[in-house]
């Protein structure tokens, strides 16, 4: 009988955690509505793995009538390909003015994302640029051959195990994989030439994965303007013409339940983005 009832306890416990959890990824219970007339200063920060916690976020923030903008403050080096896009495509849509402050760095995918908004702000020293595609693959055959271990694959096609580890990548797998490579590349220089208000070729001429200060970036056309999230704020501010706007920042996650929602988030892109196409600055 004790056994039975503390299963069941056990058991409503881990669906607490579970529903709590699901509330965080989701965006909800992250805090109230906000009062007021405020801009909301959100945080961007880290690898690149998902879009849902961030798109939610910002969901949430444009369907709040408190908020009548929105500051995203990037910190990033990029990740995936396919969620900086989900992200910068969400980005674009919202129908309130949304401003980017990069921080110490917003690279790669971390300024791809910065491109959907509608004012782009860099500090003298942000690390930015990296405009590219990577896609990174170890070969292990001579490991597996020295523990003894053979690789065993049935296929349907030649290239359905194209970069697998276990052997040398053949010509014909690198120009079928490469192909995928520049067609990522191409689908962001365009992103850039077209909310940069620049031609493809200029773009290309500086897209070849170096990183830039933001100075730089600004001499570029990359950014719009030097300064922090604070002169974007008060930037934001004259343009909306709303004399009481004040700062409302986004808390981020306080409990222990929501800080393992996150980690457990970050890990599972981390776990399975093994062989991915990244838009990442190889810089740290």
Do not use: C
């Not at 917003?106 to 930015?128: E, F, N, Q």
């Not at 393992?260 to 062989?275: D, Q, V």
């Amino acid at each position: 009988m004790f056994k039975k009832a503390l299963k069941v306890i056990l058991i409503l416990i881990l669906a607490v955690i579970f529903a709590r959890a699901i509330a965080v990824m989701t965006g909800f219970g992250q805090g109230d509505t906000v009062s007021g007339n405020r801009v909301a200063v959100l945080d961007f920060n880290g690898e690149i793995f998902g879009s849902q916690t961030v798109i939610e976020s910002i969901r949430k923030l444009e369907k709040d009538d408190g908020v009548k903008g929105i500051i995203i403050r990037v910190n990033s080096p990029g990740g995936a390909v396919a969620p900086s896009n989900e992200i910068y495509d969400y980005i674009v849509t919202v129908d309130k003015p949304v401003y980017a402050a990069m921080g110490p760095v917003a690279a790669s995918g971390g300024y791809l994302v910065s491109l959907g908004a509608d004012k782009i702000y860099a500090m003298p020293s942000t690390v930015t640029g990296s405009i590219g595609v990577i896609m990174s693959m170890m070969n292990t055959e001579g490991l597996f051959d020295m523990l003894g271990i053979k690789s065993v694959v049935l296929k349907s096609g030649k290239f359905k195990d194209a970069g697998n580890p276990d052997r040398p990548m053949t010509e014909e797998e690198r120009e079928v994989l490469m192909a995928v490579v520049m067609d990522m590349y191409d689908q962001f220089i365009t992103t850039v030439a077209a909310r940069r208000n620049m031609d493809k070729e200029e773009v290309r001429k500086i897209a070849d994965g170096r990183i830039l200060t933001g100075r730089m970036a600004k001499e570029l056309n990359l950014v719009d303007s030097l300064g922090s999230w604070r002169d974007a704020f008060q930037d934001m501010k004259s343009v909306l013409n709303i004399p009481d706007l004040e700062i409302y920042e986004v808390p981020k996650p306080q409990k222990w339940w929501e800080k393992l929602a996150e980690a457990s988030s970050r890990l599972n892109g981390i776990l399975g983005s093994r062989g991915g196409l990244y838009y990442m600055a190889e810089v740290y």
